[in-house]
């Protein structure tokens, strides 16, 4: 695998799965506002897995749809912190995401430093759209910083960022991966 | 054929979403080369997971193949587009149909602060006296606020 394929695969994958696990608030979250923004937020990690897909597919000759969903569930790389499935716990659900953005912030702004300029380039566009979310966590961080359901489930799930074991998946994963694959595995060479 | 003749013909493809604006005037077209009856232009998405970049991307190269060319739509997702090179007349188009024109990018990418304060003005009556109600909106590229003078909701452009 190359250089780029390591670096930018387990990245794209957080984001693709991350993107997933939002959009399972659409029609459900708390209040509509909500489910605006969780909805919106899924759509936009979607949109940059789509894209880092696409830089490492170049390379490998291959496409952004084949590596987002012709792979084996063993060959994901994303954080464990993202395959959790945490619908209907909104005090977990708004920990993920405050912890998920404050970490991607910092990887972001690794690879806008990148010595490859499409790396780089990118990079830069997420970070103007992932702005937004940060804001988004930190008004939620604000506002729920001292309650005491919000605390635990930032305790709990700490450790998960802080892994980087990726080789190893949740039974919550398969799942995940079951439901997101099944158009392409019903239907070779599907698109939509 | 020319390569005015191409900006010509993109400049009457509305946007699918806001269709109020054309491509060119929202600024995604970044750039138009000719050569030999082979046209290869240049295009920016607004936002990378932005359902309506297929539809930019096919709706280029159809118009570009009734004016007999063969077209080559190469997408680039670097961070060269921002709601800066969406130009005067399509502000103007944007605020004429309730769409408040996103404010300059700035050095920085914004914080949740600068878009607390009242200073986005309403498309409709003109008031700053605003309010952000959601940082996310309908699409990936709006948000929405609230007008405390005519009290009118409105979508605002974020800034990118």
Redesign the interface.
């Known amino acids: 695998m190359s250089e780029r394929a390591q670096l930018l695969l387990p990245i794209a994958d957080d984001e693709l799965v991350l993107g997933w696990r939002n959009s399972e608030w659409t029609g459900i979250a708390p209040f509509l ?1 909500e489910d ?2 969780f ?3 899924a ?6 897995a ?2 880092l897909y ?2 490492v597919a170049d390379e490998l000759g291959t496409t952004a749809d084949e590596l987002a969903f012709d792979r084996s569930p063993e060959e994901y790389r994303c954080s464990r912190l993202v395959q959790l499935r945490l619908v209907p716990d909104w005090a977990r659900t708004i920990a993920r995401h405050y912890l998920y953005e404050t970490a991607d912030a910092r990887r972001v702004d690794e690879l806008k430093a990148s010595d490859d300029p ?1 790396v780089a ?2 990079a ?6 992932e ?2 979310h940060r ?2 966590a ?2 939620w961080f604000d506002r729920l910083r001292d309650e005491p359901r919000f605390v635990e489930a930032v305790e709990e799930l700490q450790p998960l960022l802080a892994s980087e074991e990726r080789e190893e998946h949740t039974p919550e994963f398969a799942e995940l991966w079951e439901e997101m694959t099944m158009v392409r595995r019903s239907v070779v060479g599907a698109t939509w | 054929m020319t390569e005015a003749q191409v900006w010509e013909a993109l400049a009457e493809i509305p946007d699918p979403e806001i269709p109020v604006i054309s491509l060119v005037e929202l600024g995604v077209v970044r750039d138009v080369e000719v050569e030999d009856g082979r046209v290869r232009v240049a295009f920016t998405p607004t ?5 309506a970049l297929e539809v930019m991307r096919d709706q280029m190269a159809a118009k570009l193949r009734e004016l007999g060319a063969e077209p080559e739509v190469i997408v680039i ?6 709601t800066d090179r969406i130009t005067a007349e399509g502000r103007e188009k944007l605020r004429a149909a309730g769409f408040a024109p996103p404010a300059p990018r700035e050095a920085g ?4 602060v600068q ?1 607390q304060t009242g200073s986005f003005r309403c498309p409709y009556c003109g008031s700053t006296d605003t309010a952000l ?8 590229c709006r948000s ?1 606020r609230y007008c405390r003078s005519c009290r009118q909701p409105f979508e605002q452009f ?1 800034t ?1």
């Open positions: 506002e605006v923004a909805s919106s937020i759509q936009n990690e979607i949109g940059h789509r894209a696409q830089l499409e380039g990118l830069a566009k997420i970070d103007r759209e702005a937004y804001m988004h930190q008004m | 936002f990378l997971g932005c359902p997702s670097d961070d060269s587009w921002s990418v914004p914080k949740l878009l109600d959601n940082i996310f909106g309908p699409t990936p929405l974020k990118i």
